[in-house]
Each structure stands twice: as structure tokens, then as C-alpha cells.
């Protein structure tokens, strides 16, 4: 499951009318066709190219989706409207990462069916329509998995899709379709086609003409934009995109001003090099265009401001991924580029200013009229890390840190930012889970409470509409359905509405809901419930309190009775669009045609792919009428007042049928002389929609073909009011729904007038008395059998007076709460309603402590922010106090003074008990939090001896940096062991039994990170060691690293090696760390001669050190470190260990030495231990337990100037572990015993 949160919008716009078709060929080798727009009708299974045709509104197909798309770039898609109607842009990366908006070529057979991507974790619904699950609003999709169906008067796309346009969703009311076998059937229609066209002379015909786009044969693609209501303008941009170089290489940019009777090329006027990508329009100023270069050839846009006649280019220094329209002032608009980048433009693209970098792709929204306090605020989601993001608001030209805000305290999950309406939500994982955070009218943010184990999975806001959210929540049991939750107004307290609702997975792995919005009738969906492995289609009229099953029609096609019996027989309609195009349906609604909803589906037990046919219902759901046997796409045409039906096929077609009477008699009408391949259908802007023009194409390189229909032609007077009926709204009878009656004038079936564009759809309502019907059960509480509301066995219902922690009264549930925008009053309205009532004197019970963050760690020196929540008790006289584990604490006089939360600094590293107390006359209340402070581990150094004694046991030391960081966990791997010795503390003792080299490697854990650090050791039982010092001029060429140290010490053992004839591979040279330079050489015995006998062993190793401390007395062993710097070794005045065994018989001299050793080592402990300032409720983590770090310095002192007092410092530095902190005092020098060894830090060495 993605961590982000998913979101699904819908955004219907007034001047969103215009409806595009695309029609897909089938197993004909041409090119696919997809067309994307505003408002678009996608006519399924037709083939051709590639049209993306882009406008705003028009005639509506009962196929398609529309919707509102919402968040993360990278998906192809395209939306046209942002979350307040603002029409936006995305420009599509295809799979090869080139910037276009397409959908990709192929065979039609492989056309992905017309799915809409969701790739935000929240999706939603908009009034009317169809829904089909984006992510965010505005520009591309992010991560987009989950598509509501519902119908729109304006589709908004996702875009940004690292897919081709192929697989995008068609929007409006249109789907993609793929190629398939042509049936029988077809082929009997097209050899009706023929035996019609010896006669065509009696066929009915419409008013039409073709216009050629010369030139543009090889144009796989296109992009239409007709201007709007009043405008005869209509521009179309043509492109040749090329699958295998991943962009645009040819375009052509078309202008009508006549309807599209004729069409002028604007080639010359943009620039005839220039090759353009796509089209742009201001969603409040129709007049004005932009036009997007390819980015491969150059980045600029040319702006228009009247309707496309004339142009002006402007370059660009960024590649413009998305773009966001203001949803009010026509200029202003944001453009994400491919780098994280988000700039604004206040000139319509003229000038561009950056606003701010690493935002997050799509997650970035306008402002809103009434919420927001002023209209240049932008809210946007800036990425930290990988794991970690957060919401800020910024102002449109002056996005400083100082002018920026943080409504939500803390980290937020990444691309899980989602604006909508009057809500804002994120998304925080804490401990594996998800915790959904919701603000209301951009008040404080507040968990989103669902029933108490419903454990989601994956959560999408399905809608935001009138005051309350819809989420489809997928639950810790289920796979492949997702359960329907509603909110009261606040968002915040959620009950079930509707379980295992129908999934599905889109061509990208987008999550794809069955869940569809009846336009035109408020409270009205249809959903598929997955029942005993069935699938079924359920209605409801009141938001989801009562579903129930359609009832199929009583007759088919041909009269004959249909035999189907409730609740084992029932009509189920195609929802979705699923991965194989020809087993999705389509389904229909219109706002100006309330009632009428035109679908494809089957009748039976459960729903089917096959003997699917086209069903009509003209009184919202309650009857339903066959009207075809095979699928088509129906569209409307003048406010509904008429239907426009064109067949599924892949063969070429020159008629389409019509029918004046609510689809009860359809009439076949030809369009063209000749048979056209139908690529898509654009309608006339506004509601009227008498001309469409179909776009299609003779043979697949043929140029393409624009045929305008003019329908005015079949209409003979205009409607009046005799021409009207009244029709009443009823739910099998039930004429009080959502708490009102509702009457709407509409059209007569047998009137055949055009209603025009100044008709508007009339309804009169009429308040209904309260019934149980209009209560749905409040947040805890469950519906029994007898749909009786009773408590949950997890709720305590005395819990919901939570509100008494910050008011003197509160909201008593009966159990009842009444269904959002329902309307009904008086009745059983006292019954059912909460009550208000003082809050009862109690004491404090449900007392909660956490972090902003919901997060156990913090780092030092952060301003952690606390919040305390009082379930239960009287908040006003209850005071809580906060004892931050450190020695500080506050208390506060009552709960509501710590809505803000309580920040606080800690100083020190470790774990810190906070706690929180609440109390009031008649009790107390405790909690505790653990916090862990730590700080970010820098480096690590592990100190261990160049040469140990075998089977002697050797400390070994890990120095950290800081050395104070939290909670540390140390992994030791020694030589060639399988598994790894794992400790809380910094060093480790062992024992090494074999001789030779041996390798230590220690990881250290601390928070996120681990680090690591390894030491060769040489292994021997007989050696002796004495240090060595350099003529002064070495320390001025000593950079003090490690790769110096080793390269100098090859260096000096190679001089001695030549000055002594000593053999290699006994002798070993260490150069120490720090100045003054010191050094220190091994010589180890040669067992050949020493036969393993310690007597021969003692002597042979004696006879080698006089050799060796002779050629360095002499001065013998010299080396060049560079032209002109010769340095001479010396031996020093003491050796640390001359001479190493494993015998048990120390002299008297070496135990008085370690015995004082260990009196300096304790008492400098004690000085350490009450030197150290300790917080009084501190506790530290238990791997520091008492012990500090050992602290490994340079065995001579930067201020000493003899070896002997730097060897003696090495001893104590070796035993003792030093105070950290800064003032650390100075500790003075003693002789090491002579037969002693105490290694120091030797992070470099040679090799035997």
C-alpha cells in the first residue's frame, strides 16, 4: 500500500459543455485513437488515431468518466479543472521520459479501456457526474489508484503520467475502447449499411459538411479546444509523435471561425519550425490560449488573448510539467517543472518567478474564497526526505521562510497533502500504521476517527460535497473490495454506509471504485457490492443510509416478457471500465436531464460481460427500458432533450440514430456520403449542443476528416410551456427523499422542439415531516436487524462528551444523527437528535500524551511539541500538569489552554519520562511517554591494538562522534565468523587463539543510521614493541590522517628493513595518530629458529631489538618524504612492551604499577560520575549504564615534547574513561610498567 493519501476529484464548471467521443476501431490494422478533454464523450471500441481533443463541454456520452484528477506528476492524464473549478493542464511524460500529451500508438487490439488513474490516496466527487479517481486537481496524477464513476458536465484529467495517453482516461462521458472480432451482428448492420445506400434518396439525412485537414496524414494525434458558448472558434492542434524517439516531431495548429465548416492552418503564424505540444485555455477568459513547445527542440509557450489569431513566444529556462489555473483571476497560474520546482506567473505566462523548490509533484493548490485569508495563498507539499514532507502555506510572490505557514505541526507522509472544498487532509504513519489527519474549514487538524478495528489498508476520499466526506476504505480483510464510510460535517467521525464495494485495478495499477453519482439528483448513486462472490448493483436516494437492488425491465427488444424476481434476479450495470475494454459498460447522467440515465449492463443473478445490453430509465432508477442489444454511446443533445446513439464497431460508418422521446423510438440518420472510420465527437460549448462535429478518417493515412452536423435543421419550432410535464421524484413511491419532496419540469416524450439554451432545469420541493428514514446511526453505534441504532461492543458512549475538555456543554447522542443535507423538519426530529446537556461533574478519564508527530524520537536541541487530549471530564476545572522528564515542569489551570500543544527543548541526549496529570475535586488521571532525545552520529573510530598476545583476552573500543547520541546498538564481527556478537555498549572484550591476521569489523545503530569501521590485528604469543620518534621537520608535512599514517609507516619500515637486514615479515611499523609524529615497530620471532621456546624466543628477539636500536642510535635509518626533506628516526627514550608472554609470574613492581593504575582509573571515574550534571527524572539509555565512552587519544600529547610522558599518557588513556564534555580536566603522566603493553589507538598499520 502507498503511503500517500489518494484523492479523486470532480469538477464541474459552468462553461464546461463541450463533449468529446472517441471512437475505436477494432482488429482493422490503424492507428488507436484516444481522445482527452474537458468535457469529452469517448465513444468505446472505435478505432482510428490518436485524438486528444480538449474543450469545454458538450454532449454527453453515456460512456466514459469524468472527473476531477488529483495529484502526482507522472501519469499521463490530463486535467482540465483544479479543486474550485479552475481549469488546469498536465503535460504527459511518456514511458521514454519526453514531455507529451498523448496517448500512445498501437495496434487497436491493445487499447487499455478507458480507466482513470488515481493516484492520490484521496479521491473525490464532485456535484455532477461521473467520478473517476485522480489524485489531485491542477496538473499531473500522483499516485491516483482509485476511480468513482460519475457524470460531469466537465472532466478533469490526470496528467503527468510516466504512461502513455494511451492508457489515460478518457473523461467526460466517453471511454476508451479496444479492437476486438467483429460479430455477426456487425456485420449483418453493415450489410444493412449497403442494401440502405441503394436507396438513400428515402434515407433521413443531416446537415453536414467535411473539412479536410490537408497535410496532416501522418499526424497520429490531436488536440481540440472549441472556444465556448457564443464563440464559433475552434482550434485543434495536430501532432506526430514518435513512439521509438519518445516525442513530438511534426504538429499543425488549425483555427476555425465558423463551427468548424472550415479550418485555416496557423503554421506560419507560430513559426514553421516550431513544434508544439500542447494547448492550454484560461478557464475564466476563454479568449485566452497557450501553447506549449516541445521540450526536446526548444522550451517556450506562445500566448494568444484572442481565441488563437494572433501569438506572442516567450522562453522559457524551465520544462513545464503541469500547470494550475487560478480558479478566479485569469492571469494567475503555477507551473511545476520536471525538477521538483514550482514557479507562478501573475501575466498569464508572460513572466515566471520561482516559489518554491522540492515540492512535492501535484501536491499544490490554490487558495479558496471564504477559507483561506487571501486569495494569492498557495498550499503546497515540500518533500524532506524519502520517509518525511511538509505542509506549508506561501504567499504568491513572496514566499520567504518568514511569510511562510505550517498548519500542520510536524511531518507529514509524502504525496499525502490533499486540499479539497473546506477540507484539508494528510496522512502520518506512526508504528506501521497509518493516521489520517482532516482540518475543517482550515481549523486545527483532528485523527479521522472510523469505527475502532477497521484497520485500513488504503483510504480515498471519494467526496467532499455539501458539507461531509465520503472514503472508500479498504480494510485489514479484504482484497479486492473496498468498504463505503460518511462523515458528519466535520469530517472527523465516520460510520459504514456500504460494504465490499467492487475494485478493480486500472492498466497502470490505479484502484478503480464502482461507485457512480447520479447527476441532476442530489443523494443519488449506484454502486457494485461483491454479495456471496456475486456481483450486484445496488441504488440509493438518501447518500447511502438504504441501498437496494434494480429492478429489471419487464420486456425486451422485441416485447417479450422478462421473467426476473427480486432478490434472486435484478438489473446490474457496468460501473467501470475494466482491464479488457470489450467486458466494461458505460452509464450516463446529465444535470439539465435529471432522471434519465442511460447504461449498459446485464439481467440476472450477478453481473456479466456477456449479453450485455444498452438500458434507459427515465424515472431516476425505478423502471429501466431496453433500447439496444449491443453496446453504443449515447449522447445528449439540447439539455437532454434529445438522445444522439453511434454504434460500437471497428468498421466505418456513415449513420448514427436519434430518438425525441427518452429513448423509446430511435431513428437512423446518415451523417456522410461515405463511411467514415469515427476517431470522436466534439459538441458545440453550452447546454443547447445542436452542432457536433465527428472527427475521423477514410483509411488510417489518410488525412483527417471533419464532418460538422448541424441538428438544427431537424428541430422545427422552439419549445413552449404546453410542451413541458411535471414529474415527481419517487423511490418505488417514497416521494419524501433526503427529507423533501421534489417535482421537476421536463420535457414531453412526445414534444419535438428544441428547449435552447435559456431553458433551466425547474424543481419544486416541498419539506417532509421526519421519519427514522432520514437518521442514519451516529459514530459508534450499528444498525441491528429491526434497524434499530445500538452501541458497537468496542464504543463506550459516554466517550462522545469529549467535547466537556473544552466547553461547559455537550452534544448527548441518541444514538441517531440526521443525514447530511437532508431537509426534512419537525416529526421525530426531537426523538432522533442529539441533545445538548450540561457536562456531568466527573473526573478525568481517556487522558492522552503524545508528540506532533506521533513519534517516540526526537533529535536534540528540536522544539518537541506535546499534545495532551482529555477523553472524558470536566476540561474547564480540570488542570493538567506536564513534567517533561528533565527537571522542568508546567501546569496549566484547564485543558483548553493546551489546544495549541506545549513545546520544549531538551538540552541533553537520553530517554525522558514526560508525563501528563490530570485533576480535578473528584480524581486524577496519569500517562506517561518514554521520549528518546538523540543526535545524529557523525563518524565512529574503533580503537584496537595493532599486535595482541594470543589467547590473551584485548579490549575492544568504539569512540562515537558525538559521543552522546541516544540509544546506540554495536555489532561486532571478528576473523571469519558466521554470526556477529551484538552489544549495548561501546567496547567488547576477546580472545584471539589463532595466530596470524585477524580482521574486526563493528557497526554502530544509532537511530536511521548505521555506520561502520574495521581493524586488521596481528595475532602473535611472543613480540616486542618499541616507540619511535622523527627529526622535528616530519610534523610540519603531517596532515594527520589515516592514509598518511599508512603510506609513512610502509615507508619507515622499508628504511629500517635496508639500515637493519631485518627480515620483512618480522618486523611490523605503525605510524600513531597526533602530533608530535610517533611511531611504533613490532618485532616478531622467527619460529624457524626459535623452535616455539620462550628461553630461544626471549634471546632471538633480544638479539633483533639491539640490532634494530643500534642502526636507529646511529642514525642509520633515514628516509626522503619529499626533494629536499629528509627525515631521520630515532628510537625513543622508553618501550612500551619489550618483550610480551603469557606467563602468569609478574614482578612486584608490574602489580603495584596496575594497582596504581587502577586507583588513578577510580578515582578520575568518581571526579567524572559528581563532575557530570545529571536532569533530575533523566534516565539514560542502558547501553551508557554507568560507563562513558572511551575516549582514545594520541599517545603523545600535542603539548608534550618527550615520548616517555606520551607513552605514559597512552597508558592512561587506555585504562580510564574521560568525561566528554569540554572542560575535561587534565590528567598527569605515569610510568607504564616495562612489561606491560597497554595498546592505544592505532587506526594505522602495515601488514606482516
Known amino acids: 500500500m502507498e503511503s500517500g493519501i489518494r484523492y479523486c476529484r470532480v469538477n464541474v464548471s459552468a462553461f464546461c459543455t463541450l463533449i468529446v467521443v472517441l471512437l475505436l476501431l477494432a482488429w482493422v490494422p490503424v492507428t488507436k485513437t484516444a481522445i482527452t478533454c474537458k468535457s469529452c464523450q469517448l465513444l468505446d471500441k472505435w478505432s482510428g488515431r490518436e485524438l486528444l481533443v480538449r474543450m469545454d463541454g458538450g454532449v454527453h456520452s453515456a460512456t466514459g468518466y469524468v472527473g476531477k484528477v488529483a495529484d502526482k506528476n507522472g501519469d499521463g492524464s490530463t486535467e482540465l479543472f483544479n479543486s474550485d473549478g479552475a481549469e488546469t493542464g498536465q503535460r504527459d511524460w511518456s514511458a521514454s521520459g519526453k514531455n507529451t500529451h498523448s496517448v500512445q500508438k498501437g495496434n487497436t487490439d491493445k487499447v487499455a479501456g478507458g480507466k482513470m488513474p488515481l493516484h ?53 462521458n466517453g471511454t476508451v475502447r479496444a479492437a476486438r472480432r467483429v460479430p455477426r451482428s456487425e456485420l449483418r448492420w453493415n450489410r444493412e449499411e449497403q442494401r440502405t445506400a441503394t436507396s438513400r434518396q428515402e434515407e433521413l439525412k443531416l446537415t453536414s459538411s467535411t473539412f479536410a485537414l490537408t497535410g496532416d496524414s501522418a499526424h497520429n494525434q490531436a488536440m481540440v479546444h472549441w472556444s465556448g458558448q457564443n464563440s464559433s472558434v475552434i482550434l485543434m492542434l495536430t501532432k506526430l509523435y514518435d513512439f521509438n524517439l519518445g516525442s513530438v516531431t511534426e ?170 472544498d473546506e477540507y484539508v487532509f494528510v496522512q502520518v504513519s506512526t508504528g506501521g500504521r497509518p493516521i489520517y489527519y482532516v482540518s475543517s474549514r482550515r481549523d486545527v487538524f483532528t485523527p479521522m476517527k472510523l469505527p475502532k478495528y477497521t484497520l485500513p489498508k488504503d483510504l480515498h476520499v471519494i467526496s467532499t ?140 443473478a450477478e453481473l456479466t460481460s456477456s449479453n450485455v445490453s444498452m438500458l434507459i430509465t427515465s424515472d431516476a432508477g425505478n423502471t429501466w427500458r431496453q433500447i439496444f442489444d449491443e453496446e453504443y454511446s449515447v449522447l445528449y443533445l439540447d439539455q437532454g432533450g434529445a438522445l444522439v446513439a453511434i454504434r460500437h464497431t471497428p468498421l466505418p460508418i456513415r449513420h448514427l440514430w436519434l430518438s425525441f422521446d427518452e429513448g423509446r423510438v430511435w431513428n437512423k440518420y446518415s451523417f456522410t456520403s461515405s463511411p467514415l472510420f469515427v476517431d470522436g465527437v466534439l459538441g458545440e460549448p453550452g447546454e443547447e449542443t445542436l452542432i457536433m462535429t465527428i472527427f475521423g478518417h477514410v483509411s488510417h493515412r489518410s488525412e483527417w476528416q471533419l464532418v460538422k452536423i448541424d441538428f438544427r435543421s431537424i428541430f422545427n419550432r422552439r419549445c413552449m410551456e404546453p410542451d413541458y410535464v411535471q414529474w415527481i421524484l419517487h423511490d418505488q413511491g417514497e416521494r419524501c427523499l433526503m427529507g423533501v419532496k421534489r417535482v421537476y419540469r421536463k420535457l414531453k416524450p412526445i414534444a419535438r422542439c428544441v428547449m435552447g439554451k435559456t431553458h433551466s432545469v425547474t424543481m419544486i420541493s416541498q419539506p417532509c415531516d421526519c421519519t427514522e428514514s432520514d437518521f442514519e446511526c451516529d459514530y459508534g453505534f450499528e444498525r441491528r436487524t429491526d434497524s434499530k441504532c445500538t452501541p458497537a461492543f468496542w464504543f463506550r458512549p459516554s466517550s462522545m462528551s469529549r467535547s466537556c475538555a473544552t466547553e461547559h456543554t455537550f452534544l448527548n447522542s441518541t444514538g441517531y444523527r440526521k443525514v447530511v443535507s437532508n431537509n426534512c423538519t419537525g416529526g421525530v426530529m426531537e426523538q432522533y437528535m442529539a441533545r445538548r446537556q450540561v457536562c456531568p461533574s466527573q473526573a478525568p478519564h481517556g487522558l492522552h500524551l503524545v508528540t506532533s508527530e506521533g513519534k517516540l524520537i526526537a533529535s536534540l536541541a528540536s522544539n518537541v511539541t506535546f499534545l495532551v487530549f482529555l477523553e472524558e471530564g470536566d476540561g474547564s476545572r480540570t488542570s493538567i500538569k506536564v513534567d517533561f522528564g528533565d527537571g522542568n515542569a508546567f501546569t496549566y489551570s484547564n485543558v483548553s489552554s493546551l489546544e495549541d500543544g506545549i513545546k520544549h527543548i531538551y538540552k541533553n541526549v537520553g530517554i525522558y519520562r514526560v508525563s501528563a496529570t490530570a485533576e480535578n475535586s473528584l480524581g486524577s488521571e496519569t500517562v506517561l511517554l518514554f521520549l528518546h532525545i538523540t543526535c545524529q552520529l557523525e563518524s565512529i573510530h574503533l580503537s584496537a591494538p595493532f599486535v595482541v598476545v594470543k589467547n590473551k583476552e584485548v579490549n575492544l573500543t568504539v569512540v562515537l562522534w558525538p559521543s552522546q547520541v ?46 561502520q569501521d574495521r581493524k586488521t590485528i596481528a595475532v602473535h604469543e611472543y613480540f616486542r614493541s618499541h616507540l619511535l620518534a622523527f627529526s622535528s621537520n616530519l610534523d610540519d608535512h603531517n596532515p594527520d590522517v589515516a592514509e598518511w599514517r599508512l603510506d609513512v609507516s610502509r615507508v619507515i619500515k622499508t628504511s629500517m628493513v635496508q639500515a637493519t637486514g631485518v627480515s620483512p615479515e618480522q618486523l611490523l611499523v605503525t605510524v600513531l595518530p597526533g602530533l608530535p609524529t610517533v611511531a611504533e615497530f613490532f618485532l616478531l620471532p622467527d619460529k624457524q629458529l626459535t623452535e616455539g621456546k620462550l628461553d630461544k624466543t626471549a634471546t632471538h628477539l633480544d638479539q633483533l631489538s639491539e640490532l634494530v636500536l643500534s642502526a636507529l642510535n646511529q642514525n642509520l635509518v633515514q628516509f ?90 597512552e597508558l592512561l588513556t587506555s585504562l580510564e574513561p574521560l568525561d566528554t564534555e569540554p572542560n575535561t580536566q587534565t590528567i598527569e603522566c605515569i610510568k607504564p610498567h616495562p612489561r606491560v603493553k597497554f595498546s592505544s589507538d592505532l587506526p594505522t598499520f602495515i601488514d606482516v
Open 120 to 172: 492520490n490516496k484521496w479521491e473525490s466527487l464532485r456535484s455532477n457526474g461521473k467520478v473517476s479517481h485522480p489524485k489531485r486537481p491542477g496538473s499531473a496524477t500522483v499516485d491516483l489508484k482509485h476511480r468513482v464513476r460519475r457524470s460531469a458536465q466537465g472532466p478533469v484529467m490526470s496528467p503527468g503520467s510516466l504512461q502513455s495517453e494511451r492508457s489515460q482516461p478518457a473523461f467526460g
Open 465 to 604: 460535497d455539501e458539507n461531509r466526506v465520503v472514503a472508500a476504505v479498504q480494510e485489514w480483510n479484504q482484497n479486492d473490495t473496498y468498504n463505503l464510510y460518511v462523515s458528519e460535517p466535520g469530517g472527523i467521525y465516520y460510520i459504514l454506509a456500504l460494504e465490499n464495494v467492487m475494485s478493480s485495478m486500472g492498466p497502470e495499477g490505479n484502484v478503480m471504485i464502482d461507485l457512480y453519482e447520479v447527476a441532476g439528483i442530489k443523494g443519488m448513486f449506484l454502486a457494485n457490492k461483491k454479495l456471496n462472490n456475486e456481483v450486484k448493483t445496488y441504488i440509493t436516494y438518501n447518500k447511502g443510509r438504504d441501498w437496494r437492488l434494480l429492478q429489471a425491465p419487464s420486456s425486451d427488444l422485441r416485447g417479450n416478457s422478462i421473467h426476473c424476481i427480486l432478490p434472486y434476479c435484478s438489473l446490474h450495470l457496468h460501473l467501470h471500465v475494466s482491464a479488457n475494454p470489450y467486458t466494461s459498460g458505460n452509464i450516463a447522467s446529465r444535470e439539465s436531464a435529471p432522471g434519465i440515465i442511460v447504461a449498459s449492463g446485464s439481467i440476472g
Open 966 to 1011: 541516544g540509544t546506540v546498538t554495536y555489532i561486532w564481527w571478528f576473523g571469519n565468523n558466521s554470526e556477529p556478537v551484538i552489544t549495548l555498549e561501546g567496547s567488547v572484550a576477546f580472545t584471539f587463539s589463532q595466530e596470524g591476521i585477524s580482521v574486526v569489523t563493528v557497526q554502530v545503530s544509532a537511530g536511521n543510521t548505521i555506520l
Open 1120 to 1209: 626522503t618524504l619529499r626533494p629536499g626533506v629528509q627525515i631521520t628516526v630515532y628510537a625513543a627514550h622508553l618501550s612500551a612492551a619489550p618483550l610480551v608472554d603469557t606467563s602468569e609470574n609478574h614482578s612486584g613492581s608490574a602489580m603495584l604499577m596496575l594497582l596504581s593504575v587502577v586507583v588513578v582509573g577510580l578515582a578520575v571515574f568518581l571526579i567524572y560520575k559528581f563532575k557530570r550534571k545529571i536532569p533530575g527524572l533523566n534516565i539514560y539509555a542502558t547501553m551508557q549504564d554507568e560507563k562513558e565512552q572511551e575516549m582514545i587519544q594520541s599517545p603523545v600529547s600535542p603539548a608534550g615534547s618527550t615520548p616517555s610522558c606520551s607513552s605514559q599518557r
Open 251 to 420: 504538429s499543425s495548429l488549425w483555427r476555425s471561425t465558423d463551427y468548424g465548416t472550415t479550418y485555416e492552418k496557423l503554421n506560419e503564424k507560430v513559426g514553421v519550425k516550431t513544434i508544439l505540444s500542447y494547448l492550454y485555455v484560461s478557464p475564466n477568459n476563454k479568449r485566452k490560449i497557450m501553447l506549449l513547445t516541445d521540450p526536446e527542440v526548444e522550451s517556450s509557450l506562445l500566448i494568444s488573448s484572442d481565441e488563437g489569431a494572433t501569438y506572442q513566444k516567450y522562453r522559457l529556462n524551465f520544462y513545464i510539467l503541469s500547470l494550475l489555473f487560478h480558479p478566479e483571476q485569469e492571469d494567475w497560474i503555477l507551473a511545476y517543472s520536471h525538477d521538483q520546482k514550482l514557479y507562478s506567473s501573475v501575466e498569464f505566462g508572460r513572466r515566471w518567478q520561482l516559489v518554491h523548490e522540492r515540492v512535492a509533484p501535484n501536491r499544490f493548490y490554490w487558495s479558496k474564497t471564504g477559507l483561506d485569508k487571501e486569495p494569492g495563498l498557495i498550499h503546497l507539499e515540500t518533500s524532506i526526505s524519502e520517509t518525511q514532507a511538509l505542509y506549508v502555506t506561501c504567499k504568491l510572490q513572496n514566499c520567504t521562510d518568514a511569510n511562510k505557514g505550517k498548519p500542520f505541526p510536524g511531518f507529514i507522509d509524502p504525496n499525502s497533502l490533499v486540499v479539497q
